[in-house]
């Protein structure tokens, strides 16, 4: 199994480009998490979807947009990016009943 | 925010030494959780220790969670270089969705 994976490792965009990051979970979990890491800042969530079909707000939401496309995927959009979204996104998901989130290698973000 | 912080931000050992590292938080939990995460990497579940337990043990880590404090611990017995890494707890709420909330993580260096 590869675990939770995440397209593009790296992205470098100018301010108001738009960008999509793709995560893909191979381990039949329902719930998939979006979060951005900030130095001194930890893990912050931007978005959750609990179930297939289902998305909701975390900590830090605005200035992006979630598709939870199927049980799989679950994608992340910058529609117009602003360099205080330069961070590193990570991608995790967890098996119903299950209480430990798996973690995606991370795409790194730069916007300038 | 509801992200907890962690106690010493950076720590610095030589091989063969323990390691503590604190972590506190500002809600009523179901669990705590600790992560690590190597250099550029997702993160990676430790252990878990749920509210009604007050200590926990897997090799050589070793967990405490004192909630009329609402406070962690982690002990890291013995270590090695290999145990360079960030490490995060993480709290999942007691009430509304069993999201993790983050501490900022401890910078663990073992010197060989």
């Known amino acids: 199994n590869a675990g939770v994976t995440q397209t593009p490792k790296f992205q470098v965009l100018k301010t108001g480009q738009s960008m999509t990051l793709q995560c893909a979970q191979d381990m039949n979990h329902n719930s998939m998490y979006w979060y951005r890491q900030d130095p001194g800042m930890g893990l912050r969530l931007i978005y959750y979807?609990?179930?297939?079909?289902?998305?909701d707000k975390g900590e830090v939401p605005n200035g992006y947009n979630v598709s939870r496309l199927n049980k799989r995927e679950f994608s992340l959009r910058l529609e117009s990016a602003a360099p205080s979204q330069t961070s590193v996104y990570f991608c995790a998901s967890r098996g119903w009943a299950e209480e430990t989130q798996y973690f995606g290698p991370g795409t790194r973000l730069l916007v300038l | 925010s509801q992200q907890g912080e962690e106690d010493p931000q950076a720590l610095s050992i030589q091989e063969g030494e323990n390691a503590t590292m604190n972590c506190s938080y500002k809600t009523s939990i179901n669990n705590l959780q600790w992560y690590r995460q190597n250099s550029g990497r997702g993160l990676v579940h430790l252990i878990l220790i749920r509210s009604n337990e007050r200590e926990k043990h897997s090799g050589r880590l070793r967990v405490t969670l004192d909630t009329s404090k609402k406070s962690s611990s982690l002990l890291i017995t013995a270590s090695r270089a290999a145990d360079t890494a960030s490490y995060f707890c993480a709290t999942a709420q007691a009430t509304g969705a069993n999201n993790l909330f983050f501490g900022t993580g401890t910078r663990l260096t073992v010197i060989p």
């Open positions: 979807s609990a179930s297939e079909g289902t998305t």
